[in-house]
């Protein structure tokens, strides 16, 4: 596909200049700076959660004492489709915040998904190696349980334990990066909050750091498939 400019509408192409999109004018007749390709990362602390994560940490201990390997086998079951008050509670937040994500974009049409979730428990010394969700639009993850760091024993000042780190998708994009240029740091690192939904691009690689302390950390990730239709195509 040839390149398109991003004032140039025949092609589908979205017009800069629109007053939002990609970029802004910073002033009247001043050069315009497009920013392009943002990476959308959607964060919110649902109302309501401490009672949630409460039944929610309770479930999901209670479905990990019967299942061996039970984060590890994270296809066994689908966690939104729980017959469980708490879990429905989860699958209709999870739900409006992919809604949320869908209108901060310009996707002005209506788009059908599911959720494929599942439970996470992290205990002393766990962590997630850096991924990415392959074959789904969209991923998340909701936080139940989340150590306080005061119980983490003192040692090395660059350990981030229990913090969820995002990466640049645009390969080696800080190499000649110099201070305060946008492309500086390629690593976003989050340490989420109890309560806390994200959703992101599945293609985003991420690494969810090891938990230092005694207590376990208690996530539900899930996946975001589209129900296919043709009008999707741009
Ligand atoms: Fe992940």
Redesign the pocket.
């Known amino acids: 596909m040839a390149k398109r400019d991003g004032r140039d509408r025949r092609g589908g192409g979205r017009d800069g200049g629109r007053g939002g999109g990609r970029g802004a004018a910073k002033g009247g007749g001043g050069p315009l700076i497009e920013k392009l390709w943002p990476t959308h990362l959607l964060r919110h602390r649902l109302p309501g959660f401490e009672a949630a994560n409460a039944a929610l940490a309770e479930v999901i201990l209670a479905q990990e004492a019967g299942q061996a390997g039970f984060t590890t086998a994270y296809l066994d079951q689908n966690f939104m489709q729980l017959d469980h008050p708490a879990a429905q509670w989860l699958s209709q937040c999870a739900n409006k915040a992919v809604a949320d994500y869908v209108a901060a974009t310009d996707i002005d049409y209506d788009v059908e998904w599911s959720l494929q979730g599942w439970a996470n428990i992290n205990r002393l010394g766990d962590y ?1 190696n850096l ?3 392959p074959h789904s639009w969209l ?1 998340g ?1 909701y936080y139940v349980s989340v150590p306080d760091e005061d119980r983490v024993p003192p040692g090395r000042t660059d350990r981030n334990p229990g913090a969820i780190s995002f990466f640049d998708p645009r390969g080696q994009a800080n190499m000649n990066a110099i201070k305060g240029d946008p492309q500086v740091d390629p690593e976003f690192r989050v340490t989420p909050q109890p309560g806390e939904i994200m959703i992101w691009p599945a293609f985003l690689h ?1 690494f ?1 750091h090891q938990n230092l302390s005694d207590r376990p950390r208690i996530s539900v ?1 899930f996946n975001v498939v589209l129900k296919w239709k043709d009008a999707y195509i741009p």
């Open positions: 997630h991924h990415n969700h991923s993850t991420h969810v990730s």
